[in-house]
């Protein structure tokens, strides 16, 4: 039988990815697709902190807005992603502190 997991550790877990992500906030605009479109978004971006293209100018930023949808279907979409975060991104809810589990208190 498989072990089911508190409150306290799902929310432990996601707070890893959420420090990292917050620490070096480009693994949030490549999470959620499929690799080749997250190479595409870190190539194009690269360029533009290069100074090697500019980002605000020209189709580029229809490109990037095109890539970054994409990367947000695939994951809206993906068969990975469970029904209830699917569910979720339905019906979105303001944010929310936790506290803890009643087993802490």
């Known amino acids: 039988m498989p072990q089911t997991k508190s409150k306290y550790q799902f929310f432990q877990e996601a707070s890893l990815s959420q420090k990292l992500a917050f620490n070096d906030k480009e693994y949030s605009r490549y999470a959620g697709t ?55 991104l339905q019906m979105p809810k303001a944010e929310y502190e936790y506290f803890g589990d009643d087993e802490d208190t």
Request: aromatic letters at 10%; proline letters at 4%.
């Open 34 to 88: 499929d690799p080749q479109t997250s190479l595409k978004i870190m190539f194009f971006e690269t360029l533009g902190k290069h100074k090697k293209i500019d980002l605000e100018k020209g189709d580029m930023p229809l490109f990037m807005d095109l890539l970054h949808g994409r990367r947000k279907v695939f994951f809206a979409t993906s068969e990975k992603v469970n029904e209830i975060t699917k569910m979720g």
